[in-house]
């Protein structure tokens, strides 16, 4: 049985079109900053908006920003983001059309003083989420919200941890025991998300609970989406490797292109992706053993980026391959190398200069980590095989560099902490200050 997932005024999965979404970076508390945001995001094609909240001191003010927005005419669905705390999750229920949860901290720890569950503890501690869980399902059935089960690859909890280790198959485990929940409680207006900056990671965990939920009979709707995919053409070359090549194998309902960049820039690139199929015939791809030569004629460049590399991963999934020609004669053969080496890259296949891994930013970001970005890329791009983080906030930051050697993190009040993989290195410094004790540990 194939579900779909109704939010506010929009329709999600089998037979609906996909569904373009973003996410806000202002404070939440920032109401009049927060509409004016989203109504950017609204007007260039964006049709569900989500906005964090991190306690029960945002509740308010995003009652407010939805009340505001409909007041001005604009009916797209709110859908708000929380992790740690299940009764901001409730507050939040009765106020938008959907509410994303993380079963990775929802109720669950990480801090992993016990990596061995006996099957009867294991069993007790899912037993005591999903008892914790149950008055969010009553709130979201009485006002008709639905829920994301979002799930993260750096926020995977202790127990699915202690299962599976820190794997594809973790995560679509951990997707499943929150299906189980919601079944517990027929309750079945829900979307799942598999997401990881690892494009491997992420194609593998979602293709992973796809065939479960095939396996099992249920299959509910898939949002997708590479975290923490950068900015520029390499976000938008990652995110197209990740999405389009499960939306090029039929998975997938709503998506999300995650970009440090102003949320409303992230619209155009989602909708590429969206209408990526309109595309096919005019792509040719041709493998020949190790070797993939993707011919696109296409003079837009974003949109020759995306579709060359959605369908290189694409042709991944099904035959692995490690050289890539792309031809196009409306740019040069140096932008075609570039373009090869981006996508070769993003699919781990080759690696030529630095992965830097950086999030979208959202209302928990207190320092300017777009013109932060602009710089580590500018100092320390050149390390092939190094990996660098740089993150806006600390709660869920250090988690979501997943496997970066080192990050910038972002603290409070305009500064930030370097990190080397999880341990933090330095006291919140200014930006220039933590580049340079940054340099220092990369080059001595
Ligand atoms: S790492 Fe922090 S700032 Fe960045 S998107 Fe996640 S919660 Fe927001």
Same mark, same amino acid.
């Given at each position: 049985?194939?579900?779909?997932?109704?939010?506010?005024?929009?329709?999600?999965?089998?037979?609906?079109?996909?569904?373009?979404?973003?996410?806000?970076?202002?404070?939440?508390?920032?109401?009049?900053?927060?509409?004016?945001?989203?109504?950017?995001?609204?007007?260039?094609?964006?049709?569900?908006?989500?906005?964090?909240?991190?306690? $029960?001191?945002?509740?308010?003010?995003?009652?407010?920003?939805?009340?505001?927005?409909?007041?001005? *005419?604009?009916?797209?669905?709110?859908?708000?983001?929380?992790?740690?705390?299940?009764?901001?999750?409730?507050?939040?229920?009765?106020?938008?059309?959907?509410?994303?949860?993380?079963? *990775?901290?929802?109720?669950?720890?990480?801090?992993?003083?016990?990596?061995?569950?006996?099957?009867?503890?294991?069993?007790?501690?899912?037993?005591?989420?999903?008892?914790?869980?149950?008055?969010?399902?009553?709130?979201?059935?009485?006002?008709?919200?639905?829920?994301?089960? *979002?799930?993260?690859?750096?926020?995977?909890?202790?127990?699915?941890?202690?299962?599976?280790?820190?794997?594809?198959?973790? $995560?679509?485990?951990?997707? $499943?025991?929150?299906?189980?929940?919601?079944?517990?409680?027929?309750?079945?207006?829900?979307?799942?998300?598999?997401?990881?900056?690892?494009?491997?990671?992420?194609?593998?965990?979602?293709?992973?609970?796809?065939?479960?939920?095939?396996?099992?009979?249920?299959?509910?709707?898939?949002?997708?989406?590479?975290?923490?995919?950068?900015?520029?053409?390499? *976000?938008?070359?990652?995110?197209?490797?990740?999405?389009?090549?499960?939306?090029?194998?039929?998975?997938?309902?709503?998506?999300?292109?995650?970009?440090?960049?102003?949320?409303?820039?992230?619209?155009?690139?989602?909708?590429?992706?969206?209408?990526?199929?309109?595309?096919?015939?005019?792509?040719?791809?041709?493998?020949?053993?190790?070797?993939?030569?993707?011919?696109?004629?296409?003079?837009?460049?974003?949109?020759?980026?995306?579709?060359?590399?959605?369908?290189?991963?694409?042709?991944?999934?099904?035959?692995?391959?490690?050289?890539?020609?792309?031809?196009?004669?409306?740019?040069?053969?140096?932008?075609?190398?570039?373009?090869?080496?981006?996508?070769?890259?993003?699919?781990?296949?080759? $690696?030529?200069?630095?992965?830097?891994?950086?999030?979208?930013?959202?209302?928990?970001?207190?320092?300017?980590?777009?013109?932060?970005?602009?710089?580590?890329?500018?100092?320390?791009?050149?390390?092939?095989?190094?990996?660098?983080?740089?993150?806006?906030?600390?709660?869920?930051?250090?988690?979501?560099?997943?496997?970066?050697?080192?990050?910038?993190?972002?603290?409070?009040?305009?500064?930030?902490?370097?990190?080397?993989?999880?341990?933090?290195?330095?006291?919140?410094?200014?930006?220039?200050?933590?580049?340079?004790?940054?340099?220092?540990?990369?080059?001595?």
């Amino acid at each position: 049985m194939n579900h779909t997932a109704s939010i506010g005024n929009i329709r999600i999965g089998e037979g609906e079109p996909i569904v373009v979404q973003s996410m806000t970076n202002t404070n939440t508390n920032d109401i009049e900053g927060t509409v004016a945001q989203v109504i950017r995001m609204a007007e260039a094609g964006c049709q569900m908006a989500r906005i964090t909240v991190p306690s $029960m001191k945002e509740v308010a003010s995003l009652q407010a920003i939805r009340e505001t927005l409909r007041a001005r *005419g604009y009916q797209l669905p709110l859908v708000a983001d929380v992790h740690f705390k299940p009764q901001v999750a409730e507050a939040c229920a009765a106020i938008v059309e959907k509410v994303r949860v993380n079963p *990775g901290n929802f109720v669950d720890k990480r801090n992993f003083n016990q990596l061995h569950l006996t099957d009867e503890e294991y069993a007790a501690s899912v037993q005591a989420m999903a008892e914790r869980a149950k008055p969010l399902f009553e709130i979201c059935r009485q006002h008709g919200t639905a829920l994301r089960i *979002g799930v993260n690859h750096g926020s995977l909890c202790d127990r699915i941890v202690s299962r599976y280790g820190n794997t594809p198959l973790a $995560m679509a485990m951990s997707a $499943m025991e929150w299906i189980d929940i919601c079944q517990q409680f027929d309750y079945h207006n829900i979307v799942l998300s598999m997401k990881s900056s690892n494009v491997i990671t992420m194609m593998e965990a979602t293709r992973l609970l796809h065939d479960k939920m095939n396996q099992n009979g249920t299959v509910y709707p898939l949002h997708l989406g590479v975290t923490e995919a950068g900015a520029g053409d390499e *976000g938008r070359v990652k995110s197209a490797a990740g999405i389009g090549a499960l939306l090029l194998d039929g998975i997938g309902d709503t998506i999300r292109v995650s970009l440090t960049e102003a949320p409303e820039a992230e619209i155009r690139p989602a909708t590429l992706l969206a209408h990526l199929t309109e595309e096919n015939d005019k792509v040719q791809c041709i493998l020949h053993d190790n070797s993939l030569k993707i011919n696109y004629q296409q003079n837009n460049k974003e949109k020759w980026m995306m579709v060359c590399a959605a369908h290189a991963s694409h042709t991944l999934l099904h035959h692995p391959f490690k050289e890539l020609e792309i031809e196009n004669d409306c740019f040069s053969p140096k932008e075609c190398q570039y373009l090869s080496e981006l996508i070769l890259q993003a699919c781990r296949i080759k $690696m030529t200069r630095t992965e830097i891994i950086s999030c979208p930013s959202c209302g928990r970001t207190e320092y300017d980590i777009q013109g932060t970005l602009a710089k580590v890329k500018e100092r320390f791009s050149h390390y092939p095989g190094l990996k660098i983080g740089v993150m806006g906030c600390v709660v869920n930051g250090p988690g979501e560099m997943a496997d970066a050697d080192y990050g910038i993190v972002g603290a409070t009040h305009g500064k930030v902490a370097v990190y080397r993989g999880k341990e933090r290195l330095t006291a919140p410094l200014e930006v220039d200050e933590a580049l340079a004790y940054l340099e220092k540990l990369i080059t001595t």
